[in-house]
């Protein structure tokens, strides 16, 4: 199994994202670290600096008495004449110089380059001593300066384990005869390179438990600033949810405890408007659908008086007959529209029962297009069924469907402007949809957020041939919606309308997306 790096990082970016909590104390700790750290390095530099100043400043005012020392040692003997046992008096300078510094030091001796004649006394060092930590440019540098001038050097001496810090210290001396030697004093400075770590390991032991201290600390306030909002939270998405109950929990007088308060004080007035609204709207459906049910019966009654004079009117006068005809066709627009009224107050109480059954699409619009064919001849518009073929049964409640394809039509003829109309079919494995498009005088963009509202139209003083109520757009969307489908709208002045019906192929299951475009692409070829 191959790592995928990829998901722990969309992971982890989630969970940054997602966590007030883990964001404040992360920044928290990391600042923190950055400012220890920072502290911390200047303090060891400084430390460090102070500790080698002040040794090295005692190394080389030893070194320079032991070195005094030791030219003394060299001066008597040229006073006293001796000349001839100058190893003794070398053997008496080193143990002149041990006895001035304070620690074991390696000493060493030898013949400066550039002499005559055979060496007074032979090279000389200390058993530890290493000719490598005589540097070239040190060598010179006490060749090139005056005597008893002394010139020091860090240098790393070697040793077993590793190598140590120390100081090389040098000057030159002269024995009798005039002759020129260097005189090299070596410190270890490995104690205070041990006293140095200690401090450093002081300082880190310090700074990680002071990094995890303040870290610890975050959390704690975090934890008790961000746990009160994250309950604040869950009760928010739960009156979101609609649980008007939802209260926070009121302890004290801090922000917090006025946060709760305050919060409490919103859900209590919005759970008291809502109520009213919910009332008001129970008010209204129990209106609507008292007054749609009394008003049945006279309108039955003025239906069939209305139906006996529109089957006489030929024996009336001709201002008789138009009225007889008039009274007929709003008869029958109100009885539309009392029906319209009804089935909204059903959608608005929750009391639409639906009736699933294996539906083939093309089918049912090829009758929606029958249906509405009387009144496209009327305007001289073409309808035309385009279904490049799929999975067109799908389980809906046709007699839904097909009230929802007769609005669109109607709709799209009514404005269409006498051009031909497209219907599209299509579906997938999960959706089927039907788009239907007419090129009329389309709708401004303004308009299309209304195109849905109840009694609302594009154009009131426009002359319909539908008589519709306005009210087939809201129900068609009512329709789809209880099918867990989407009814959308795509229009442009001048260009046309294109409205886009798309349900599931089995009750129950969720859209992904639509087979159809909106507009189709083929429209747009």
């Known amino acids: 199994m191959r790592f995928d790096w990829r998901a722990y990082v969309a992971r982890a970016m989630r969970l940054w994202r997602g966590s007030l909590q883990l964001r404040t104390v992360a920044l928290t700790v990391a600042l923190s670290t950055l400012a220890v750290t920072v502290v911390g390095a200047y303090i060891v530099t400084s430390v460090r600096g102070n500790l080698f100043d002040q040794n090295r400043d005692q190394v080389v005012a030893e070194a320079s008495r032991a070195i005094l020392a030791a030219q003394q040692e060299f001066t008597d003997a040229d006073e006293a004449g001796v000349v001839d046992d100058l190893e003794v008096v070398q053997s008496q300078a080193f143990d002149s110089m041990r006895a001035i510094i304070s620690s074991d030091p390696m000493v060493a001796m030898f013949r400066a380059p550039g002499q005559s004649g055979p060496p007074p006394v032979l090279d000389e060092a200390s058993r530890d001593f290493s000719a490598e930590m005589v540097s070239v440019s040190l060598r010179n540098a006490i060749v ?47 104690a205070v390179q041990e006293t140095l770590d200690f401090v450093q390991g002081s300082l880190v032991l310090a700074g990680v438990a002071l990094v995890l201290l303040i870290g610890a600390v975050a959390y704690l306030v975090v934890r008790l600033v961000v746990g009160p909002v994250r309950v604040a939270a869950e009760a928010s998405e739960k009156l979101a949810a609609g649980q008007l109950e939802e209260r926070l929990p009121e302890s004290g007088d801090d922000e917090l405890a006025t946060l709760a308060r305050s919060f409490n004080r919103m859900a209590e007035s919005l759970q008291r408007q809502i109520r009213q ?63 319209d009224l009804l089935e909204m107050s059903r959608y608005d109480a929750g009391a639409v029962q639906l009736e699933f059954e294996p539906t083939n699409l093309v089918r049912l619009v090829e009758d929606a297009i029958e249906a509405v064919e009387p009144l496209a001849q009327e305007k001289q518009t073409e309808v035309r069924l385009l279904a490049p073929g799929g999975y067109f049964e799908a389980d809906v409640d046709a007699r839904r469907i097909r009230r929802v394809l007769q609005n669109l039509l109607g709709n799209a003829i009514d404005h269409g402007e006498g051009r031909p109309i497209d219907v599209y079919v299509d579906s997938d494995q999960d959706a089927v949809a039907i788009a239907v498009r007419d090129h009329g005088i389309g709708m401004a963009e303004s308009d299309l957020e209304h195109v849905f509202d109840r009694f609302w139209r594009a154009d009131p003083s426009r002359q319909r041939s539908t008589g519709g109520t306005g009210l087939g757009l809201a129900i068609a969307l009512e329709d789809a919606t209880v099918h867990g489908g989407v009814l959308e709208v795509w229009s442009r002045s001048g260009e046309g309308s294109c409205f886009r019906l798309t349900l599931p192929r089995r009750p129950g299951e969720s859209l992904r997306g639509s087979p159809l475009g909106l507009p189709p692409e083929e429209v747009l070829s």
Do not use: K, M
């Open 144 to 190: 090139d300066a005056e005597p008893d001038t002394l010139t020091w050097q860090s240098i790393a001496i070697p040793s077993e384990s590793a190598q140590e810090p120390g100081i090389i210290v040098g000057s030159r001396v002269q024995l009798p005869q005039g002759q020129q030697y260097e005189l090299y004093v070596v410190y270890n400075l490995s």
């Open 277 to 339: 609204l919910a009332d008001l709207s129970l008010v209204q459906q129990r209106f609507v659908s008292d007054v749609s049910h009394e008003l049945r019966t006279p309108l039955t009654t003025i239906r069939l008086a209305g139906d006996v004079l529109y089957d006489q009117r030929d024996a009336f006068p001709p201002a008789t007959a138009r009225t007889a005809e008039l009274l007929h066709a709003q008869t029958q627009r109100f009885e539309t529209l009392l029906a």
